[in-house]
T-cell receptor, first 112, second 114 residues
């Protein structure tokens, strides 16, 4: 089966940097995706790592270590609009590379 | 707007009734996914299609749930004999083949079973 662990809540100040960690246990693994979801909204894709290392997309970066079954999402220059839930999702299960298994999410609160 | 659309946005039904939801994916996407999300949880995979073929169905999915994508475009999700535990947000997503990691989600259908 698949299981993912994320902190349930994180609070940070506007302009700061925050890191959201994700550890996973899976029986199949192709990569780790990150999604953002505002209250009442749909999840939106942020980033994907298939290989070890850092992927940078503007203010957001994502890191993966396959050997440690660990990844993180790094948000820089935090803005109030970044207050949302962030989900890591593992791509891959026995027999399929198309299924995403989501974590329970980390609720980020950005304060002044 | 050419994003994923879902209808209805809200559905209130009495226990035991059948409900059907519709999803229209992004037109050039051949993969379509259904998820269920409850408060404070991440989306839970239900099933997915490649074109009109249903390729995987969650083992957690009761036989009361069925999904179709008859012409490889829109999809429907039907829940028969609804139960209060079915109350959730039902999300549809689509992707191009080979980029399942980047799924585009619709706004969801919120189901309330009374």
């Amino acid at each position: 089966g698949q299981s993912l662990e994320q902190p349930s809540e994180v609070t940070a100040v506007e302009g700061a940097i925050v890191q959201i960690n994700c550890t996973y246990q899976t029986s199949g693994f192709y990569g780790l995706s990150w999604y953002q979801q505002h209250d009442g909204g749909a999840p939106t894709f942020l980033s994907y790592n298939a290989l070890d290392g850092l992927e940078e997309t503007g203010r957001f970066s994502s890191f993966l270590s396959r050997s440690d079954s660990y990844g993180y999402l790094l948000l820089q220059e935090l803005q109030m609009k970044d207050s949302a839930s962030y989900f890591c999702a593992v791509r891959g299960a026995p027999g399929t590379a198309s299924k995403l298994t989501f974590g329970t999410g980390t609720r980020l609160q950005v304060t002044l | 707007d050419t994003g994923v659309s879902q209808n209805p946005r809200h559905k209130i039904t009495k226990r035991g009734q059948n409900v059907t939801f519709r999803c229209d994916p992004i037109s050039e996407h051949n993969r379509l996914y259904w998820y269920r999300q409850t408060l404070g949880q991440g989306p839970e995979f239900l099933t997915y299609f490649q074109n009109e073929a249903q390729l995987e169905k969650s083992r957690l999915l009761s036989d009361r749930f069925s999904a179709e994508r008859p012409k490889g475009s829109f999809s429907t999700l039907e829940i028969q004999r609804t139960e209060q535990g079915d109350s959730a947000m039902y999300l549809c997503a689509s992707s191009r083949q080979g980029t399942a990691y980047e799924q585009y989600f619709g706004p969801g259908t919120r189901l309330t079973v009374t």
